[in-house]
């Protein structure tokens, strides 16, 4: 009898866990969209875009320290099994989007071709990374590490490309096309909410799959 009772407070603990992280993510959404449609991450003229990097930092810092306070906001991610962790990724193949702003000459090759093709094959890989974790293929362990690396390796230098090709004091790769479309809506809604979300699903399928470093 016991046992039954555990087992119920643990289902209803995920189940409230999970509640809360979607809470957390819609109000995250449609802050962004909000902030978004108001133009408030495309910045001054010729400077820094702050409110841009501020959207894409404030998400990962509250991440952190809430894995310090125990997860009381993204706990939910946390509970959900690692297949499950990577198969939400899917939701990269949104960087087509990249692939088509530049083809409409909205966006420079040098950003949206490494940002755009890099997302698609992230995202168009988890379901497969997913199951062959959820079946347990031999394998399966190294090939979480090695989707997880590239998918922020991948992050990483589209945040790199999207900087210096920006029409900013440190945007020194820039040319005549910029990314400045980027910092408005609906686009913006991939480095404010997008990015960050895929860095934090990284990093919680990291730390589930790495071993840890007190064995």
């Known amino acids: 009898?016991?046992?039954?009772?555990?087992?119920?407070?643990?289902?209803?603990?995920?189940?409230?866990?999970?509640?809360t992280t979607l809470s957390v993510l819609v109000a995250w959404f449609l802050v962004a969209v909000w902030?978004?449609?108001?133009?408030?991450?495309?910045?001054?003229?010729?400077?820094?875009?702050?409110?841009?990097?501020?959207?894409?930092?404030?998400?990962?810092?509250?991440?952190?320290?809430?894995?310090?306070?125990g997860g009381p906001l993204f706990d939910g991610l946390r509970r959900l099994d690692l297949a499950s962790l990577i198969a939400l990724q899917t939701f990269r193949v949104i960087g087509v989007v990249f692939i088509v702003a530049w083809m409409a000459g909205g966006l420079p090759a040098a950003f949206a071709?490494?940002?755009?093709?890099?997302?698609?094959a992230i995202g168009g890989a988890a379901p497969f990374v997913a199951a062959a974790v959820a079946a347990r293929r031999p394998g399966h362990?190294?090939?979480?590490?090695?989707?997880?690396v590239l998918g922020l390796a991948d992050l990483v230098n589209a945040l790199f490309q999207g900087v210096t090709h920006s029409p900013s004091p440190v945007g020194f790769l820039a040319g005549s096309i910029t990314t400045q479309a980027v910092t408005r809506y609906p686009m913006s809604l991939i480095p404010t909410f997008g990015v960050p979300l895929a860095l934090i699903l990284h990093a919680v399928a990291?730390?589930?799959?790495?071993?840890?470093p007190r064995h």
């Open 1 to 19: 009898m016991e046992s039954v009772t555990t087992s119920e407070n643990e289902v209803g603990g995920r189940a409230t866990a999970l509640a």
């Open 35 to 69: 902030l978004g449609l108001r133009g408030a991450f495309a910045g001054p003229a010729g400077g820094l875009p702050i409110g841009l990097a501020l959207a894409l930092v404030v998400p990962l810092a509250v991440f952190a320290l809430d894995s310090r306070l």
């Open 113 to 120: 071709l490494p940002a755009g093709l890099g997302d698609i």
């Open 141 to 148: 362990r190294a090939l979480t590490i090695g989707w997880n």
């Open 206 to 212: 990291l730390r589930r799959t790495l071993p840890s």
